[in-house]
């Protein structure tokens, strides 16, 4: 069953300290990967799309890398604007869409 | 990527009312798509509605609960009739975009709360 998996639930950071969120998938065939934030009580916003593994996506404080079997969204000295849920979501090659269920990252001053 | 509105951002309803959310995309799009978001879940796909026939709703989601309209190629609205609290959710419409028009954008959300 095609499935995604985002660890860890929740992660805390003080401002400053680099970390990494994974993102392990099974799908039967892979048209893309992505991720996006989420403000709470709002709609995610589209950050970044990965196609085949090696690839790598950055922007800004993010950088998004991509395997066969995972993703991990890396994010490199952390403000506390950065605090959000970070969703990673999968496109088969049947055109379903599944969702995980986010990392919730809070960033300490 | 497409801009998407939707009304209203967030409402307060009573059991046993319907609620009406729009949604609006500033440019021509085949297909929308509309999701619930339970709290602490992740996006649950409703049911994707084309313009000029019938949405198709997903397993465990009936259009007797969530009528659908597609007047056209830039709106849509979803109706969420006879509320229960179990209804409280985000509710999401979204479109294809990107160069290959294989990513989601996303509404800004409806927040529905059921008392």
């Known amino acids: 069953e095609d499935q995604v998996t985002q660890s860890p639930e929740a992660l805390r950071l003080q401002e400053g300290e680099s970390s990494s969120l994974n993102c392990s998938y099974t799908v039967s065939g892979l048209r893309g990967l992505f991720w996006y934030r989420q403000d709470p009580g709002k709609g995610p916003e589209f950050l970044f799309t990965?196609?085949?593994a090696g690839e790598e996506k950055e922007k800004e404080r993010l950088k998004a890398t991509l395997t066969k079997k995972e993703s991990f969204l890396h994010i490199t000295a952390p403000k506390p604007e950065d605090s959000a849920t970070y969703l990673c979501a999968v496109r088969d090659t049947g055109n379903q869409f599944y969702f995980g269920t986010g990392t919730s990252l809070t960033v300490i001053p | 990527s497409a801009v998407i509105s939707q009304k209203p951002s967030r409402d307060i309803c009573q059991r046993g009312t319907s609620l009406t959310i729009q949604c609006q995309v500033d440019?021509?799009?085949?297909?929308m798509f509309w999701y619930r978001q339970q709290p602490g879940q992740s996006l649950t796909l409703i049911a994707t509605?084309?313009?000029?026939?019938?949405?198709?709703?997903e397993s465990g989601f009936v259009i007797d609960k969530f009528p659908i309209s597609r007047p056209n190629l830039t709106f849509s609205t979803l109706t969420v009739s006879n509320m229960s609290p179990e209804d409280s959710s985000i509710y999401l419409c979204?479109?294809?975009?990107?160069?290959?028009?294989?990513?989601?954008?996303f509404g800004p959300g409806t927040r529905l709360t059921v008392l």
């Open positions: 979204s479109v294809n975009g990107g160069s290959l028009a294989d990513t989601q954008y």
């Open positions: 990965l196609y085949s």
């Open positions: 440019s021509q799009v085949t297909m």
């Open positions: 509605a084309n313009q000029g026939s019938e949405a198709t709703y």
